[in-house]
């Protein structure tokens, strides 16, 4: 969807570069073709393509516009009826988290009292043991080529995103752990006191030396006093001597122990470091609790998931960022990044691998090289028909836009002027569920720039103008085949009561439609083309991206790897299909060609290989970028039913498209 991404928040611009175009067939109401068929006439064919932007906008190669139908002439002159009733309400907790830090526990040496002894001489003997621990611490296209005119191709380019890391509010702390030192002193005896001889004499060894000399001990006691000082300094140094040898010995003699006591410390520090916040939207959290659980065991790194209400959602998401408490991964719109630019942290290190994934998501989300954003699914525009009515009008299910208006007539069943059974609903907008993406998808096929639809070419005397030939198409349907109207139903209401036989809408509305009527038999089919040789399709689909203030961005991306890996989606599918039908369609080519054959979800893995995507993306609620320029696109329909010409609602139309880029920064060179 975009090309290029500025790495400067400030200076960003992302380019809607126009490409060449190549002609393709276009629809034909089939009353004009009977009448050129019945007056043998010959009709002269045109088509225009869109030109790169490095080339000249306004030249065309007539050569490439000959020999294709029109289907503007069918749609023109036709009266538009009906009023239209539009709105659609459009909106979306923060998670915060915590961090605990380890303390450390030091322990000192005691040195017990020692027992005395008494004898002729002094004498000292010491025991000393102690034991040392110590503890380290580390851690393209065709294009909806028209029945009314042909074509101009819509190309969607990005920019570059910026990033700004700031760390998020909490930090890593290392714990230090000293070694835990017990020394037993009991049997290292202290210096003895000195003898008292103040009452009593001593008797030598010769009784007769003895009874001559007596000695006075009290005047030798300064004297005794300095020696049993000096004794007790030389104990305490030499029991600091001992535990040193003691410690360097243990630790030279068994280095691998040491070894393995700081690799299981590293190992616990990581895993109380690192936590990770995560947003999710859809998911309950009992469906990814398994593989959260599984890799916090594997890895010793906290995850903590969140699913957000989608009211306001993207608002939130960017308030929380700017203050720093926002989460480290979270789950976006593949089409936000213009709003998200500065927000998104690429995948720096490359570590998911985007080849496994289905092109449509690669296109978006890939950027000048860079990752910033991973699918764990995908979804797209596909037609949900009723198998029953089909088979009793004698239906085929349509695969081109000529055989789809057929089709909508010959279902549609009317009672007077009001309409008992809608053949399909499409041409309004307030009671039709996904108008936009039907829009969008009519504005691609007939390759006219959605940026400017209001663009035509003009080649000799023939002029083609692509988007108002969308417009014309998509309105005739309520205003000329009458197959809906603004008096019926919502579409997706309207289907499960079987009040209408075919419908356009994303995978995850089979949902309600069961919800609504569980006994409803119904299938998929992709969208219809207006060629069958060059085939354009509808995504609209959701990723997972990291923040670019998240201080783990490495570790939420290695997580992101893991959770997006088929072995991890196969697990994810499976227990979402434990809540409901069935679970997010898978956005790997391996895994989505085991799900292509399925009645309801197969149809929108099947057309992925072809699906575009643009600002028009329905029920994103990101009062944004889609929502604003859905609007303007709304209220041009809207005048059209109530019957202004189209080239009364184009310049609006245009005008505020334009601005809404330009708000985004995205900008669209283009010419009249």
Known sequence: MADDFNQNPQAEDYSLDEQPQDSSPSFLAQDQINQIQDNNTNLDNS??????????????????????????????????????????????????????????????????????????NLALNSQESANIDQQVEEIT?????????????????SQNLGSN?????????????????????????????????????TAMPNEAEAAATTYNIKSDNGLLKKILFIVLILILVGGIAFLAIQFFCKKATNPSSSGTRETKNKTNQTAT????NYWGLWEPNQVLQDVLTAYETQNGVKINYTQESYRDYRERLQSSIDKGTGPDIFRYHSTWIPMLKSYLGPDSKKQVDMSRFLQATKQDVVLSGQTYGVPLMYDSLALFYNPEMMEKAGQPVPQTWKEFKEAAQN??????????????????????????????????????????????F????????????????????????????????????????????????????????????PNLTFKTAPVPQITTTKQIA?????????????????????????LSSDEVLIKLYTSASNLRL?????????????????DVIGAFVRQAEYAQSWYMSSKTHDNGLNDQIIKYYEDAVNGMIDGEKVDKVMPTLTSGVKQVLTKYGISSSSSN
């Not at 296209?141 to 380019?157: G, H, I, K, M, V």
């Not at 470091?273 to 990770?276: D, I, M, P, Q």
Request: glycine share 4%.
């Open 47 to 120: 088509a225009d393509f869109l030109t790169d932007t490095n080339q000249n906008k306004d030249q065309v190669n007539p050569d490439q516009l000959l020999n294709t139908p029109s289907f503007a002439t069918m749609d023109q002159g036709q009266n538009l009826t009906d009023d239209l009733n539009t709105s659609e309400n459009i909106s979306q907790p923060a998670d915060q988290f915590n961090q605990t830090n380890n303390t450390d526990a030091l322990t000192g040496y005691n040195f017990p009292n020692n027992d005395q002894t008494q004898n002729e």
């Open 141 to 157: 296209t065709p294009s909806f080529a028209t029945l009314n005119n042909d074509n101009q191709e819509n190309q969607d380019n």
């Open 165 to 201: 890391e700031t760390p998020p509010p909490f930090d890593n702390n290392n714990d230090y752990v000293n070694p835990e030192n017990t020394q037993n002193f009991s049997n290292t005896p202290s210096a003895p006191p000195p003898p008292d001889f103040s009452n009593s004499d």
């Open 273 to 276: 470091k690192v936590e990770l």
């Open 411 to 456: 279902l549609t069943v009317t009672q007077g002027k009001d309409i008992q059974i809608a053949g399909a609903a499409i041409g309004t907008t307030a009671n039709v569920d996904h108008f936009s993406d039907i829009l969008g998808l009519l504005l691609l096929q007939n390759n006219a720039d959605p940026a400017n639809p209001d663009k035509c």
């Open 458 to 517: 003009n080649v000799d005397t023939n002029e083609s103008c692509p988007g108002q030939d969308a417009l014309i198409f998509y309105t005739n349907f309520a205003t000329v085949d009458k197959v809906w109207n603004s008096e019926m139903p919502n579409s997706i209401y309207a289907f499960a009561n079987e009040k209408v036989a075919m419908i356009f809408a994303p995978s995850w509305r089979a949902f309600d439609i069961k919800d609504i009527n």
């Open 538 to 562: 509808w995504s609209n689909y959701w990723v997972e991206g990291v923040s670019a203030k998240s201080k783990n961005q490495e570790e939420a991306w290695k997580f992101l790897t893991y």
């Open 582 to 598: 069935f679970g997010e369609p898978y956005p790997s080519i391996t895994l989505a060609k085991t799900i292509e054959s399925e």
